[in-house]
């Protein structure tokens, strides 16, 4: 439902295919195009990455092992491998706001850096320009050390987009993106989770 909801904003997504035994991830694997990454899908596994739970693998045999490991946890996904700064974007429901964007730095250190902005929802370009300036590592997405600068309109479209999912999906009480890869050609995203309010 989610990826739905983010490709309906034109936010985009990494390819990815769900297996549920090792012939099909072995194929999937080969159809993306290596080196894929494979994740568990298991409500048991909340945080992937803490748990092992994450495998980039540069080759079929190394594909095959992983997804061995993962299917005793569930399922396996699958997914084209992405790279560029990692970013985070997120929605939360603030008691006194309401619905607000949240956008930082990402990937497993988001909590460690904590570098973070917010507006209410929906918000503008301009409200997207000032997010990113207001972020301790916007320099990252200016290219340091031999890296071009990231696709900037992809990023703000992205943040902009993201804004206008409360006016479609309006029981939602947290929403992470991240990481959100952005490069100097595109953004994509390759882990969301949401949380939706019980009625």
């Not at 320009?129 to 050390?145: H, Q």
């Amino acid at each position: 439902m989610l990826d739905v909801a983010l490709q309906s904003l034109n936010i985009p997504i990494a390819k990815f295919e769900v297996a549920t035994n090792l012939k099909q991830a072995e194929r999937f694997a080969k159809r993306l195009g290596f080196p894929v990454v494979l994740k568990a899908v298991s409500a048991k596994v909340v945080h992937k990455t803490e748990a092992g739970g994450v495998v980039i693998a540069r080759d079929a045999a190394e594909a095959r092992s992983a997804a061995a490991r993962l299917l005793k946890l569930g399922k396996v996904l699958v997914q084209e491998h992405s790279s560029g700064v990692e970013m985070f974007l997120g929605i939360k429901r603030d008691p006194s706001f309401g619905h607000v964007l949240l956008a930082g730095v990402g990937g497993i250190f988001v909590e460690v850096y904590k570098d973070v902005s917010f507006r209410v929802c929906p918000i503008s370009r301009k409200d997207a320009e000032s997010m990113l300036a207001e972020l301790k590592g916007s320099r990252l997405l200016e290219g340091v050390r031999g890296q071009k600068p990231v696709n900037r309109k992809a990023l703000l479209d992205s943040m902009v987009e993201l804004s206008k999912l409360p006016d479609k999906m309006p029981d939602i009480e947290e929403l992470d993106v991240n990481p959100l890869f952005a490069n100097d050609k595109e953004v994509l995203a390759v882990d969301a989770r949401i949380v939706l309010s019980r009625k």
